[in-house]
C-alpha cells in the first residue's frame, strides 16, 4: 500500500476529508461555551483541530485554557506527554508554556526545574517524556544539564525506531549545542537502522561546530552512502559548513554530474561547490552550466539558481561569465515575488566585482526585507530571499560598501539568536561572527 511517511494513503486522505468537512461545518457557526467541559477534553479537542485554523471555537478553547488552575494545567500536560505522539506532545509543552506564563517572573524556571528532575527519574519512561518536553522549557542563556545528553544517548541505542526517532526530534532542537551527542550520533549513523533516521542523524550532525578532522572524513564518506536522502543531506551540509571540505571538490562533482542521483541531490551538490571552488579553471565549467541551467528553468524554477550563482562570484570575478549572469539576475529582478533574492544575490556579485552594477536603490529593497522579518511578531521564520539579503547587507557591511551598517543589522540578527529554532540560532550567530565591530 502507498505511504505518505508512516500513514497509509487512505488513512491520510481520510483524514484531509474529515479536516476539510471540519472546516466547512465550522464556518459560520456561532462558538460554544468551554465553562463547563473538563480541561482534558478541551485539549482532546485541540489537538483535534490542529489543522482547522477556521474553527471558530479555538480561540475560545485557549481562552479557557488561560483560566484554568495552575495544578490542573501541569497534571494535564504531564499526562499527555506519556505519549509518543508528536501532537501531544506539541500541546503538553504549549500548556507547560502557560503553566510557566501564569507562574510569573520564576515560572520558566520552576518548570525547567520539574522538567530537569524526570530526566534522572528512577522510571525509563518518565526519563523520555522529560526529553521531550525539554524543549518548552529550554533557556538559552542556561547550560543543558547533562542528564539530558545522557537520556538522549540511551534512547538513541534502542532498537526501536520510534524511540531513536524520539531522541533525534530533542538533538534536532538544540542546534549546535547538540555536540555532546556528536558521538553517539555517528555510532547511531553506522547502525543498520532505517534510512530515514540516518538521515535524520546527518542533518542533525551538520549543525555540530567545529568540523574537525574525524568528523570531516566521516561526512566525506557518506558522499557514497548507500542511502539516497543521506547523500542528500550530505551535500547540503558540506554547502553550509564549506569549511575544511575542498578534499570533498572531486566528489562532489561527481554527485553533480551523475545522472542517476535525485535533481536535489545534484543541485545541492552544485551549492557546495560553489561555497568550495576558489580557483576560476576548476569553477568555470561547473559555473556555466549552472548559468546554462538557469537561462532554461522557467520563472517558478529560476529562483532556485540565484544564491548558487552569487557563492560562485568569488571565483568568477572579473570574467565575461560573471558579467554575463549579473545581467541575467537583473532581468530576474522585474519580478516582485522574486526581486529580494535577485537583488541580494547581485550584492554578492557586486562585492567581489566591482565593476557589477549596484545602486543605493537596490540596497533599500534589502534593507526593507530585513525590517519586515524584524516586525514579525508571532514566529520569526524567514521569508523568500530575507535570509539571503541580510546575509547580503552583512557582507556590504564587512567590506565597508554602499554605507551599510553593522548597528542596522545586529537587533535583528541578535533577536533571531534567541528564537525556538535551533538552525535559524545558529545561522544568525554565524552571520553576528561576520559582522564588523
Partial sequence: MTKLGNVPSWRAATYGLTMLGLVVA?????????????TEQIVVEQMWDVLDWEDPDRRRRHEELERRPVAELRRVAYQLAGS??????????SLLEMVARKLGPGGKAEVRTEVEAMLVDADAAIRRRGLLLFACVDDLDLPLP??????????????????CAEAMFVAAQLGSRVAPLRDALVKFHQRDIDGGLRFMATVVLGRVRPVDADLQSFRLALLQDREPMVRRAVTLWFADRPEGGAVAIPRLVALAHDAAESEETRSQAVSALARLMTERESAAPVFSALLQRARAAGPEQAATFY?????????????????????????????????????????????ADATIPFSAADVQVLRAAMTRWFDLEVDLLPSLGDQEAVEA??????????DVQAAEIRPLLDRIAKCDQGWLRDWANDQIGLLPP
Fill in 146 to 163: 547533562d542528564p539530558l545528553f545522557a537520556v538522549a544517548r540511551s534512547l538513541l541505542e534502542s532498537p526501536q525506531p520510534e524511540v
Fill in 307 to 351: 544564491v548558487d550563482l552569487a557563492r560562485f562570484a568569488r571565483a568568477m570575478a572579473g570574467t565575461g561569465e560573471l558579467a554575463s549572469a549579473a545581467a541575467w539576475l537583473r532581468t530576474q529582478a522585474a519580478d516582485e515575488s522574486n526581486a529580494t533574492a535577485v537583488l541580494a544575490a547581485l550584492a554578492q556579485c557586486a562585492i
Fill in 84 to 93: 509518543a505522539n508528536p501532537i501531544a506532545i506539541a500541546v503538553a509543552s
Fill in 393 to 402: 547587507l552583512v557582507q556590504l557591511a564587512a567590506h565597508g560598501r554602499m
Fill in 26 to 38: 465550522n464556518a459560520g457557526r456561532p462558538p460554544r461555551n468551554f465553562s463547563c467541559v473538563s
